[in-house]
């Protein structure tokens, strides 16, 4: 038996023990919740901020002035600042759903080169038959039925170039409807849907529209743009076939060179377009979405106002230091 001084001494060491074992436990816990918790956001840099509400007043004179209904998103790809018009509300997309196939086909060609045999590859063949046709279809309508033969990618380039219904009605029927919203539920995208094949009258006067919000479109771009749906080689092919050049309200009116990756939506009393416009040094993301409109022109000019403004806040960003000060190649002595 231990003496009594003896074991109440000992008692005590191990409750010390026990007591640094507990924090250090709880300092250890504290540090890796630390270590999981996402990085604050970057502190808004107060002269840009002046620029983004600028921005919002002229969007919202634009807004004012147009009859019809006017939804947007844009999102600074460096910083991750927004900004949002309606951009929650559900929108008729017309052409610009075809983004959302066009990610569905870079998937499963993904998807088959990782042994998923069942995917579509781009290199997989067709060949064009006159069944095929429907209207507004510039280019097959122009080729060799039974003779001409293509590949996915050569149809997703038709889809994008020049909204080519029949080329984008076959990638449709290649890859399976299904899968294009199952890759958009996997996204989070639970308002963006493929509920028709382009054309299909039938299916639009019973309700059946493709649909999607000016914020779910452009989540998807930038879950593309960062790499969360398709590995480097892909994404860049994928953005390189979306900005391929077409007639679009996003581009129009911002300089010749200036790269952006978009695809525009026409229909009765619809106007829609949606893209990355890669400005160097401050890329974003703008979705701009019209309807009942009582003049198309009037919503093309809106969604090309708002693009130019936006580009015009974009530049500075990404040609200024976080002062404003900007240094042209021909102006970069010293004053």
Not at 121 to 135: A, M, N
Not at 193 to 222: F, Q
Request: charged share 25%; proline share 5%; net charge neutral.
């Amino acid at each position: 038996m231990w003496p009594i001084d003896l074991g109440v001494e000992v008692i005590g060491h191990l409750r010390e023990r026990s007591v640094l074992r507990r924090i250090l436990l709880l300092l250890l816990l504290v540090r890796a919740s630390a270590q999981n918790q996402p990085a604050p956001a970057p502190t808004p840099n107060p002269k840009q901020q002046v620029l983004w509400e600028k921005l919002a007043v002229s969007i919202g004179e634009i807004d004012r002035g147009l009859d019809g209904v006017l939804g947007i998103a844009i999102k600074d790809l460096t910083t991750d600042q927004t900004f949002f018009l309606r951009a929650e509300q559900v929108f008729p997309q017309a052409s610009s759903i075809k983004i959302a196939v066009l990610a569905e086909l870079y998937h499963q060609s993904q998807l088959a080169s990782q042994g998923h045999s069942e995917d579509a590859k781009l290199t997989d063949g067709y060949t064009f038959e006159t069944s095929d046709l429907v209207p507004d279809s510039d280019i097959l309508q122009g080729l060799t039925p039974g003779v001409t033969r293509l590949t996915n990618r050569d149809l997703a380039t038709m889809m994008v170039a020049v909204s080519d219904n029949s080329a984008t009605n076959v990638l449709i029927d290649r890859l399976g409807m299904e899968k294009v919203n199952a890759l958009m539920d996997s996204l989070g995208l639970v308002h963006t849907r493929l509920r028709r094949k382009m054309m299909d009258l039938r299916a639009a006067r019973e309700g059946r529209e493709n649909l999607s919000t000016p914020r779910e479109m452009m989540s998807l771009l930038e879950s593309l743009y960062r790499g969360k749906v398709l590995n480097k080689a892909l994404t860049d092919d994928f953005f390189k076939v979306l900005s391929t050049h077409k007639a679009s309200y996003i581009p129009r009116d911002l300089p010749a060179d200036v790269e952006s990756a978009n695809k525009p939506g026409e229909l009765e009393g619809v106007r829609n377009d949606c893209g990355i416009v890669f400005v160097p040094n401050r890329p974003y993301a703008i979705c701009v979405m019209t309807t009942y409109l009582t003049n198309e022109r009037a919503g093309e000019e809106a969604i090309s106002k708002i693009s130019v403004a936006a580009y015009r806040m974009f530049s500075r960003f990404g040609r200024a230091s976080e002062y404003g000060r900007v240094v042209s190649p021909a102006n970069s002595s010293p004053p």
